[in-house]
Antibody, heavy 118, light 109 residues
Framework: QITLKESGPTLVKPTQTLTLTCTFSGFSLTTTGVGVGWIRQPPGKALEWLALVYWDDDKRYSPSLKSRLTITKDTSKNQVVLTLTNVDPVDTATYYC??????????WGQGTLVTVSS | QSVLTQPPSASGTPGQRVTISCSGSSSDIGSNTVSWYQQLPGTAPKVLIYNNYQRPSGVPDRFSGSKSGTSASLAISGLQSEDEADYYCAAWYHSLAYVFGTGTKVTVL
């Protein structure tokens, strides 16, 4: 059974760096074709894709946020970490991590709400 | 950055067929496959369709997807009250970044 769970701070101050961890089970990020990505959703708004890391450490980023995002994986801990630098209130959102296999983003975490406010 | 365009809302009565469109470009839908996601209120999204028309196991065959050129569509036949949700299309853009559609809220009247 594949599960993913996001963790991190619920409140971050403007200009700080946000670090989120996705802890997963039921699959390995060393398996060919597997990836873990991050997606966010501001309150009442649409989904926005952020980043993805593949089993071979290939990484993809949203062009509009690339300069502020870093995604890394720790296969020994079954974790994927996303950092977002210089946060602003517009970064307030529910952040999801999701398992990807081929063209399917088929398992999602429950999401974690992060508020950016002073 | 590419954005896939969807109508903000769609509606139908129980049993009707509802279709949601997703308009893109040659750089996204035109050269990559399309997925569709359903997001019920207060929950994480769930994949309904991948590779333009394929359904994961457990997804009812009332949901069907299609693609033509730079556009895609999701059809819900035999609309049910539990189908009331937000629906998003998605595709790769230049195989470098994944993009979601603007989202469509489906209301069952």
């Amino acid at each position: 059974q594949i599960t993913l769970k996001e963790s991190g701070p619920t409140l971050v101050k403007p200009t700080q760096t946000l670090t989120l961890t996705c802890t997963f089970s039921g699959f390995s990020l060393t398996t060919t074709g597997v990836g873990v990505g991050w997606i966010r959703q501001p309150p009442g708004k649409a989904l926005e894709w952020l980043a993805l890391v593949y089993w071979d450490d290939d990484k993809r980023y949203s062009p509009s946020l690339k300069s502020r995002l870093t995604i890394t994986k720790d296969t020994s801990k079954n974790q994927v970490v996303l950092t977002l630098t210089n946060v602003d209130p517009v970064d307030t959102a529910t952040y999801y991590c999701a398992h990807r296999l081929g063209t399917r983003q088929d398992y999602w975490g429950q999401g974690t709400l992060v508020t950016v406010s002073s | 950055q590419s954005v896939l365009t969807q109508p903000p809302s769609a509606s139908g009565t129980p049993g009707q067929r509802v279709t949601i469109s997703c308009s893109g470009s040659s750089s996204d839908i035109g050269s990559n496959t399309v997925s569709w996601y359903q997001q019920l209120p207060g929950t994480a999204p769930k994949v309904l369709i991948y590779n333009n028309y394929q359904r994961p196991s457990g997804v009812p065959d009332r949901f069907s997807g299609s693609k033509s050129g730079t556009s895609a569509s999701l059809a819900i036949s035999g609309l049910q009250s539990e189908d009331e949700a937000d629906y998003y299309c998605a595709a790769w853009y230049h195989s470098l970044a994944y993009v979601f559609g603007t989202g469509t809220k489906v209301t069952v009247l």
